[in-house]
């Protein structure tokens, strides 16, 4: 089973990037980095990691969902079973060397990790809605779904993408053997007729 991994970057941390990369390498067949990045870095310091890493620069940020879209049909030759989504700041803690696929049957569109190491021995479950970084998705319904949604810059691409699998009867299985870690969202201001608001994204706990 072929297992190929579409990281999305943005003027990442390069030593953070490294370090997430290292958490699940060994996992994945190869990982397509598609880089939305306006600033210039060197890209050999983390693709001398290994000769599974893959970097595409677009040149210009596209946004999340275009860039998802654009590694998985670039790695359309490879003839992948699975796709691993992951975010250039997200890492499985402890670091895993082999994807528990056969969690997956023919209704479970994604396996999605916990978003808390605490969460240890329980039974995986189905949840309604998840985040796509860190999450495994087979090829073959995700290609039945259709891409993300391009007119979903950052926000809600995930959860859009889930909400149409699951109009079409496909589950989402969190599994708590696996887990992530991912660094907290920025904080945002709003207004909502005359109140103005602040709200922190909190994509997931600190790494």
């Known amino acids: 089973m072929k ?4 990281v999305v970057t943005y003027n ?30 060197d890209a050999t310091k983390f693709t001398n990691i290994s000769n599974k890493i893959k970097f595409e620069k677009l040149g210009e940020n596209k946004g999340i969902a275009y860039a998802l879209n654009y590694g998985i049909n670039l790695c359309a030759d490879e003839k992948p079973d699975y796709i691993l989504t992951m975010d250039q700041d997200t890492l499985y803690v402890p670091s895993i060397r082999s994807f528990p696929l056969d969690a997956f049957n023919q209704n479970i569109m994604a396996i999605v990790p916990v978003l808390d190491q605490r ?3 329980i039974q995986p479950y189905n949840v309604k809605n998840a985040i796509q970084s860190g999450a495994i998705f087979k090829y073959d319904i995700l290609k039945l779904i259709g891409e993300f949604n391009n007119n979903y810059f950052i926000d809600y691409v995930d959860y859009e993408y889930f909400k149409r699998g699951r109009n079409l009867g496909y589950k989402i299985l969190c599994l708590p053997s696996m887990s992530i870690c991912h660094q907290n969202g920025d904080l945002f201001e709003g207004k909502l007729l005359f109140w103005k608001y602040k709200y922190k994204r909190v994509f997931n706990n600190e790494c």
Request: aromatic share 10%; charged share 25%; net charge negative.
């Open 119 to 121: 969460i240890k021995n």
């Open 12 to 41: 990442p941390d390069l030593e953070l990037l490294k370090k997430s990369l290292f958490t699940y390498i060994d996992a994945v067949d190869n990982v397509y980095i598609i880089d939305n990045s306006t600033e210039l870095f």
């Open 3 to 6: 297992i190929i991994a579409i």
